[in-house]
């Protein structure tokens, strides 16, 4: 049996049992997911909330932006407060201020002595932790006390969220525009969602012969809360329970003997394969053929660049939101522009960017390894990219529509604003995009056809991963569609890491190493049988911790503790290849240097090794950073997320794709001179820029949060009076060097491609000094 069969039979039922296991943590989810009441009521039996008004309060949170204005159990914007942990520790203390009123005859809970503090710990622990609900009358009773601040509580956020001058400083620290939801009726829902998400959060889950979730995970299912004890909140005894110690440092052990094994196999293996063989004389796609259908894909690259300015410019609003709260130097942009949804546009432009590269790309690639130009491809393409502009403003005007409260509530779902991150485009736009990329994996495929049905060749293994990866892509983005407008939280925060980190983390990364390595094959720099080695084992070993990675996104959001064992073990897995690219990363240079007629792609190479290095250090030391669950525990939703979220989301796919659209590009103009000291700045300015942005800003404010967090509770790393200082707005004004950097590196990119188009100088040979790259 030869190597590569090994290698597919492998990655075969690595996929199989993979899945197998996250379909079952799934279901794992679903049974332990925190349960909906039907009722809410006080002791005397007075009905509090009902679970319409928790349904339609989720509802009226999706319209303002939901994730995109502040957070949920952790997931979502950094600048508002996380609303469960900021409702947990309001109502805590309200309780305690009511005893202490009452018993001990004090203003407020802080002006009791030390001992009658601890007494009245103990009590609001035993009475906030315990579980009432009752599954068989689908009802949650709170005692008078509790229900009391309750009231209180959820005017404080009525009040917030409309327009009272009396938290007109609160929301302008929380980046909120005046009357962020439009009715009364809206606004008294929406705090019925904030509590049942923090009852969650603090009631323990019921044990056998209680309610409804089997204690499968023996004396820990008697002691964590739905939420698994997060978000850290003393008041109610909310610390990190025992397993998680013990499957963080469990993490640690499968990440070292990962790297160690992978080291051993590098060593044993390298050198294998690589006997040396004729490098062609010339550049091998000087010569290729543009179809009219490769021709067509020029305008996605336009539109790339567009997007990328675009959310370069809203990412600098969001910024500076940060700092004055609804305004940009006196302007009252919120009432135009809040930040929910400058947020949400800037997060959304971030992947669509990336994924219109990478779609461009595949429509580019067919054609160009096959020779082959279907019937109607030109239309299909051009079709495509009429599509994706309408999906594109089509979403963006119906989330504009939301939220600013324009749009009835009843249409948020299906044309407005979803409200979950990254997936927050309304469900029918969702389904066009959906039939779109069903339609690019259709004129990828047709394209090569004519390879995949042919004979074999040394080729045929690598573009089969190559339409592999193209059909999961389109696919999986299916995950998506696997929610409705009421499905549970806990089910919906499953399948969208499924979008989120499959689709993008699994799926890309595989078509874009197949690119690139069948790239470098038809460059004539490696020999094929080797590159199907090499990507084979490569995906493998990304397949291997990403498909279960997965689970490290779910640790809080009603997960067992036996499915948190397994997003421990295998999302530290995860960082395991990244050092396998750094390997790879190094050959890539060599293969730059082995021939002159390389110097054509420099810069494009350069982007590639960038790729290598920002999967380290961004994706791999400042994932792993946050990915075992004791560090995730205290990091979910401070700056040392957006840390990784940004030198991963930007430094790995971001570089990758400008790489690919350089590839793509030196064919479509590689007869014009390539003015190489712009992609020189470019490519220097956007890491020198993207290095600062973390270094300067995200790493300290994200090290003094987790600081805070761990000392006083997440509630308060979170809160505007920790935002407030003025170390905090100081250190979000450093980001102007990075950003400014960065945004030169972005023009300097945009300026390349233009002078390709605009005012061009043709080639007067193979290799002109302008484009040694020197």
């Given at each position: 049996?030869?190597?590569?069969?090994?290698?597919?039979?492998?990655?075969?039922?690595?996929?199989?049992?993979?899945?197998?296991?996250?379909?079952?943590?799934?279901?794992?989810?679903?049974?332990?997911?925190?349960?909906?009441?039907?009722?809410?009521?006080?002791?005397?039996?007075?009905?509090?909330?009902?679970?319409?008004?928790?349904?339609?309060?989720?509802?009226?949170?999706?319209?303002?932006?939901?994730?995109?204005?502040?957070?949920?159990?952790?997931?979502?914007?950094?600048?508002?407060?996380?609303?469960?942990?900021?409702?947990?520790?309001?109502?805590?203390?309200?309780?305690?201020?009511?005893?202490?009123?009452?018993?001990?005859?004090?203003?407020?809970?802080?002006?009791?002595?030390?001992?009658?503090?601890?007494?009245?710990?103990?009590?609001?622990?035993?009475?906030?932790?315990?579980?009432?609900?009752?599954?068989?009358?689908?009802?949650?009773?709170?005692?008078?006390?509790?229900?009391?601040?309750?009231?209180?509580?959820?005017?404080?956020?009525?009040?917030?969220?409309?327009?009272?001058?009396?938290?007109?400083?609160?929301?302008?620290?929380?980046?909120?525009?005046?009357?962020?939801?439009?009715?009364?009726?809206?606004?008294?829902?929406?705090?019925?969602?904030?509590?049942?998400?923090?009852?969650?959060?603090?009631?323990?889950?019921?044990?056998?012969?209680?309610?409804?979730?089997?204690?499968?995970?023996?004396?820990?299912?008697?002691?964590?809360?739905?939420?698994?004890?997060?978000?850290?909140?003393?008041?109610?005894?909310?610390?990190?329970?025992?397993?998680?110690?013990?499957?963080?440092?469990?993490?640690?052990?499968?990440?070292?003997?990962?790297?160690?094994i992978l080291g051993w196999h590098y060593a044993v293996?390298?050198?294998?394969?690589?006997?040396?063989?004729?490098?062609?004389?010339?550049?091998?796609?000087?010569?290729?053929?543009?179809?009219?259908?490769?021709?067509?894909?020029?305008?996605?690259?336009?539109?790339?660049?567009?997007?990328?300015?675009?959310?370069?410019?809203?990412?600098?609003?969001?910024?500076?939101?940060?700092?004055?709260?609804?305004?940009?130097?006196?302007?009252?942009?919120?009432?135009?522009?809040?930040?929910?949804?400058?947020?949400?546009?800037?997060?959304?432009?971030?992947?669509?960017?990336?994924?219109?590269?990478?779609?461009?790309?595949?429509?580019?690639?067919?054609?160009?390894?096959?020779?082959?130009?279907?019937?109607?491809?030109?239309?299909?393409?051009?079709?495509?990219?009429?599509?994706?502009?309408?999906?594109?403003?089509?979403?963006?005007?119906?989330?504009?529509?939301?939220?600013?409260?324009?749009?009835?509530?009843?249409?948020?779902?299906?044309?407005?604003?979803?409200?979950?991150?990254?997936?927050?485009?309304?469900?029918?736009?969702?389904?066009?995009?959906?039939?779109?990329?069903?339609?690019?994996?259709?004129?990828?495929?047709?394209?090569?056809?004519?390879?995949?049905?042919?004979?074999?060749?040394?080729?045929?293994?690598?573009?089969?991963?190559?339409?592999?990866?193209?059909?999961?892509?389109?696919?999986?983005?299916?995950?998506?569609?696997?929610?409705?407008?009421?499905?549970?939280?806990?089910?919906?925060?499953?399948?969208?890491?499924?979008?989120?980190?499959?689709?993008?983390?699994?799926?890309?990364?595989?078509?874009?190493?197949?690119?690139?390595?069948?790239?470098?094959?038809?460059?004539?720099?490696?020999?094929?049988?080797?590159?199907?080695?090499?990507?084979?084992?490569?995906?493998?070993?990304?397949?291997?911790?990403?498909?279960?990675?997965?689970?490290?996104?779910?640790?809080?959001?009603?997960?067992?503790?036996?499915?948190?064992?397994?997003?421990?073990?295998?999302?530290?897995?995860?960082?395991?290849?990244?050092?396998?690219?750094?390997?790879?990363?190094?050959?890539?240079?060599?293969?730059?240097?082995?021939?002159?007629?390389?110097?054509?792609?420099?810069?494009?190479?350069?982007?590639?090794?960038?790729?290598?290095?920002?999967?380290?250090?961004?994706?791999?030391?400042?994932?792993?950073?946050?990915?075992?669950?004791?560090?995730?525990?205290?990091?979910?939703?401070?700056?040392?997320?957006?840390?990784?979220?940004h030198t991963a989301l930007f430094g790995v796919y971001?570089?990758?794709?400008?790489?690919?659209?350089?590839?793509?590009?030196?064919?479509?103009?590689?007869?014009?001179?390539?003015?190489?000291?712009?992609?020189?700045?470019?490519?220097?300015?956007?890491?020198?820029?993207?290095?600062?942005?973390?270094?300067?800003?995200?790493?300290?404010?994200?090290?003094?949060?987790?600081?805070?967090?761990?000392?006083?509770?997440?509630w308060y790393a979170r809160s505007a009076e920790f935002?407030?200082?003025?170390?905090?707005?100081?250190?979000?004004?450093?980001?102007?060097?990075?950003?400014?950097?960065?945004?030169?590196?972005?023009?300097?990119?945009?300026?390349?491609?233009?002078?390709?188009?605009?005012?061009?100088?043709?080639?007067?040979?193979?290799?002109?000094?302008?484009?040694?790259?020197?």
């Amino acid at each position: 049996m030869s190597s590569t069969r090994k290698l597919w039979l492998a990655l075969a039922a690595l996929l199989l049992v993979s899945f197998s296991v996250l379909l079952w943590a799934g279901s794992e989810i679903f049974r332990a997911a925190p349960p909906m009441p039907e009722k809410v009521l006080a002791e005397d039996g007075s009905v509090i909330y009902t679970r319409a008004d928790i349904e339609q309060g989720r509802q009226v949170w999706q319209s303002i932006g939901g994730m995109q204005l502040g957070s949920i159990w952790g997931h979502g914007a950094y600048v508002a407060p996380d609303w469960s942990a900021d409702w947990l520790h309001r109502e805590a203390t309200d309780v305690l201020d009511i005893w202490a009123r009452r018993d001990g005859g004090m203003a407020t809970y802080a002006d009791l002595p030390a001992e009658e503090q601890g007494a009245l710990r103990g009590r609001l622990q035993a009475m906030m932790r315990a579980n009432t609900y009752d599954a068989k009358t689908g009802t949650i009773t709170l005692t008078q006390d509790r229900a009391a601040a309750l009231s209180n509580v959820a005017a404080h956020y009525e009040s917030l969220f409309g327009n009272d001058p009396s938290t007109l400083e609160l929301r302008e620290a929380y980046a909120m525009k005046q009357g962020t939801v439009d009715t009364a009726e809206h606004r008294r829902a929406l705090t019925a969602f904030f509590w049942w998400t923090a009852w969650a959060a603090t009631t323990e889950r019921a044990s056998d012969g209680e309610t409804l979730v089997p204690a499968k995970d023996g004396i820990a299912n008697k002691k964590v809360t739905y939420t698994n004890n997060w978000p850290s909140e003393p008041l109610v005894g909310n610390t990190p329970p025992p397993a998680l110690w013990v499957w963080s440092a469990f993490s640690v052990l499968f990440l070292i003997a990962g790297i160690a094994i992978l080291g051993w196999h590098y060593a044993v293996t390298h050198g294998r394969g690589e006997e040396t063989h004729k490098i062609p004389a010339s550049d091998p796609f000087a010569t290729l053929k543009i179809t009219p259908s490769m021709r067509a894909t020029a305008k996605y690259f336009w539109v790339v660049l567009a997007l990328f300015i675009t959310q370069i410019l809203l990412g600098a609003i969001t910024a500076h939101f940060q700092v004055e709260g609804q305004e940009a130097y006196g302007f009252a942009l919120s009432e135009y522009l809040p930040y929910s949804l400058a947020r949400t546009w800037h997060t959304q432009l971030a992947v669509l960017w990336i994924a219109t590269a990478w779609l461009a790309t595949g429509l580019y690639i067919g054609p160009a390894l096959s020779g082959h130009e279907p019937k109607y491809q030109r239309f299909g393409v051009n079709f495509l990219f009429v599509s994706l502009l309408l999906i594109v403003v089509g979403g963006f005007v119906g989330q504009w529509l939301a939220v600013m409260q324009i749009l009835p509530l009843e249409h948020n779902f299906w044309f407005g604003h979803q409200g979950w991150e990254y997936a927050d485009m309304g469900r029918f736009w969702q389904w066009y995009l959906f039939i779109g990329l069903l339609l690019w994996v259709t004129l990828v495929g047709r394209s090569l056809w004519p390879i995949l049905r042919g004979p074999a060749s040394d080729s045929k293994s690598i573009i089969g991963l190559l339409f592999m990866s193209t059909v999961a892509i389109g696919l999986f983005y299916g995950a998506a569609l696997m929610w409705g407008e009421h499905t549970h939280i806990s089910e919906v925060e499953y399948w969208r890491w499924w979008l989120v980190h499959l689709w993008v983390e699994g799926f890309f990364e595989v078509f874009a190493t197949a690119v690139m390595a069948l790239i470098f094959t038809r460059l004539g720099l490696i020999k094929t049988s080797t590159a199907n080695i090499a990507v084979l084992f490569a995906t493998i070993i990304f397949m291997s911790g990403g498909v279960l990675g997965t689970l490290h996104h779910l640790y809080f959001v009603g997960t067992p503790i036996a499915v948190v064992a397994l997003g421990a073990s295998f999302s530290a897995l995860e960082v395991v290849p990244l050092a396998y690219l750094g390997f790879e990363a190094y050959h890539t240079w060599k293969l730059g240097k082995v021939t002159p007629w390389m110097a054509r792609y420099r810069w494009p190479v350069m982007f590639f090794i960038a790729v290598s290095f920002w999967n380290l250090v961004g994706a791999g030391l400042f994932g792993f950073l946050i990915n075992p669950p004791l560090s995730l525990y205290y990091m979910q939703g401070l700056n040392l997320t957006a840390l990784h979220a940004h030198t991963a989301l930007f430094g790995v796919y971001g570089m990758l794709g400008i790489a690919l659209v350089l590839f793509c590009l030196r064919g479509l103009r590689g007869q014009m001179v390539w003015d190489t000291r712009a992609l020189k700045t470019s490519f220097w300015g956007l890491n020198i820029g993207l290095a600062l942005m973390g270094v300067l800003t995200l790493l300290p404010l994200g090290t003094m949060q987790l600081l805070a967090a761990i000392e006083h509770g997440y509630w308060y790393a979170r809160s505007a009076e920790f935002m407030q200082k003025p170390i905090v707005e100081l250190l979000i004004w450093m980001r102007m060097p990075g950003d400014v950097i960065f945004s030169i590196g972005a023009l300097a990119l945009c300026w390349f491609v233009l002078r390709l188009w605009i005012a061009p100088r043709r080639q007067a040979a193979e290799i002109g000094e302008s484009e040694t790259g020197q």
